[in-house]
């Protein structure tokens, strides 16, 4: 008896290895198929993928004592399955160009392209990827750093390595992103507080005064105003001020445009009085109009 019972001991032990080799292939394949539906290019597949994967993470980490937040939890998750943790990352890189192109690139989606559920998964889906310590992240938080703060803040993360990306973004033909590709290069590029990266914010902003759009142009000169040097730039405000070309609706704070508003006009003459009464950056208040 004593000796079946070792045979069926032993049994047992020699089987473990092929049991947990076949429930780790089970496992590898069930992710691979997550990885797939990742880059299948269609908006609700990828999200029932992405949703699937956050599933996943989260019921593995019910394992762990210390409560995490979900990126955290899909970084332990990537470590712990190092075979496809690679593929996870571009499979969610890929996602979310995908999803770039169709809440923000495509300016006339049809009407029923997407619901609301479908704008909160693409803001999870930003703060996800912007969570990962990867640099291949960099182009897709470029494509989706007008929608705020949390790719702003991915990409401000990886410093001088998206200055690349981000010059590009500043030749779109999309004025807002322009816009907000100038306020990330030059957050980045004032970090350095070197010569050589001075030199290219001063670069950046004259180059940005001369742009078409408005948006571009009034955030270049309000970015003269929070600069150490500002006071090399008075003439140049002074010129803005009188001659910027573009008018909307409405009626200055300052009353500077008489009953008319040219805003960045008014955004010039905010820097002036800024400069002249030696006060922090935006500190007077001209550029909303009234009406």
């Known amino acids: 008896m004593l000796k079946r019972l070792s045979i069926f001991i032993v049994g047992i032990a020699l089987s473990w290895p092929v049991y947990a080799q076949q429930g780790s292939s089970e496992d590898n394949s069930k992710l691979s198929d997550i990885v797939a539906r990742l880059q299948s290019g269609d908006l609700h597949t990828g999200e029932a993928a992405f949703n699937d994967l956050m599933t996943r993470t989260a019921s593995e980490e019910r394992n762990y004592p210390q409560p995490q937040t979900s ?18 990352k571009l499979g969610l890189v890929h996602l979310l160009a995908t999803e770039n192109h169709l809440f923000i690139q495509d300016k006339n989606p049809p009407a029923d392209a997407y ?4 704008l909160e998964h693409y803001k999870q889906l930003v703060y996800t990827v912007a969570s990962l310590n990867d640099e291949r992240v960099i182009p897709v ?5 007008t929608t705020g703060g949390i790719a702003e803040r991915g990409l401000l993360k990886y410093g001088e390595a998206a200055l690349g990306p981000l010059r590009e973004a500043l030749t779109s033909s999309d004025a807002l ?14 970090q350095k507080k070197d010569p050589a990266s001075h030199a290219q914010v001063l670069s950046l902003i004259n180059k940005s005064l001369k742009d078409p759009a408005l948006v571009v142009r009034g955030h270049a000169v309000q970015e003269i105003d929070c600069l150490d040097d500002r006071k090399d ?13 573009d008018q909307l609706l409405g009626k200055a704070l300052d009353g500077g445009d008489g009953d008319q508003f040219y805003p960045v006009r008014a955004d010039a003459r905010r820097a002036l009085r800024d400069i002249q009464s030696n006060t922090g950056c935006g500190h007077s208040s001209a550029a909303k109009p009234k009406g």
């Open 71 to 88: 990126s955290d939890s899909l970084g332990k998750f990537l470590v712990r399955h190092p075979d496809q943790g690679d593929q996870i």
């Open 115 to 118: 619901t609301d559920d479908d």
């Open 141 to 145: 938080l470029v494509g989706a750093m």
């Open 177 to 190: 992103v322009r816009a907000r590709a100038l306020g990330i290069s030059l957050t980045i590029l004032k």
């Open 233 to 245: 730039f008075v003439s140049v405000l002074e010129q803005i001020a009188k001659n910027d070309p």
